[in-house]
């Protein structure tokens, strides 16, 4: 069964770090997410993609953040400067069709800033 | 603001019996309710869902009720199984027109079933 994929699945930094999570949707899906869950909290939505470009984000999702894809495969969540407070499980979703609510998850990347 | 939220933080269940985990919800503008299974160390994983011009779905031994005059939405699993351990969170959207489906999230309930 297609399943979405995301790496690394752990990823340590240091504060002020660049970074960038990597996520391999499902491959003929065409609207992509990225959600975050800090621990112990509830999933919180980041940013949807499609057709190369944002769809909608959050007020979480500001300029220290920013996602591409830069092939036809990859979709990336990139981090310019991190913070503490960014410390959490980051999931990418992709869907299939636009009046779909039905996502699938990856495992997600457990990001820790220190 | 509006949000999603859950009844019961926790519930245990004796295996073979069956599971009602509770939501409620205060945009009644959304468009679909879904309910999602998040097992230790992996991603949520979607269980069903249900528009919002609906009452009732039933999936495989899942059914999910949408009250809109309460606004409240549950999850029934019947003969609950080990298996069906996890965090279940209830998800609200709306569409935006954007092309895509932002998912608002409860803050989840876990289930605990007692062999």
């Known amino acids: 069964e297609p399943e979405v994929t995301q790496t690394p699945s752990h990823q340590v930094t240091q504060m002020g770090q660049e970074v960038i999570l990597r996520c391999v949707p499902i491959?003929?899906?065409?609207?992509f997410y990225w959600y975050r869950q800090i621990l112990g909290q509830k999933v919180e939505f980041l940013v949807s993609?499609?057709?190369?470009?944002?769809?909608?984000k959050s007020e979480i999702f500001d300029d220290q953040f920013s996602v591409e894809r830069p092939d036809g495969s990859n979709f990336t969540l990139k981090i310019r400067s991190t913070k503490l407070e960014d410390s959490a499980m980051y999931f990418c979703a992709s869907s299939i069709l636009t009046g779909s609510s039905e996502q699938y998850f990856g495992p997600g990347t457990r990001l820790t800033v220190t | 603001g509006e949000s999603v939220g859950l009844h019961l933080p926790t519930l245990s269940v004796q295996e073979g019996d069956n599971s009602i985990i509770n939501c409620a919800y205060s945009n009644s503008a959304s468009d679909y309710f879904i309910w999602y299974k998040q097992e230790s160390g992996k991603g949520p994983q979607f269980i069903i869902d249900?528009?919002?011009?609906?009452d009732k779905r039933q999936g495989q031994r899942v059914t999910v009720l949408l009250n809109k005059t309460v606004k409240h939405l549950s999850l029934q699993i019947a003969a609950t199984q080990p298996g069906d351990s996890a965090v279940y969170f209830c998800a609200e959207t709306l569409y935006s027109g954007a092309g895509s489906y932002q998912l608002t999230f409860g803050k989840g309930t876990k289930l605990s079933v007692i062999p």
């Open positions: 993609f499609y057709n190369n470009e944002i769809s909608e």
């Open positions: 249900i528009r919002s011009n609906m």
């Open positions: 491959s003929n899906h065409l609207y």
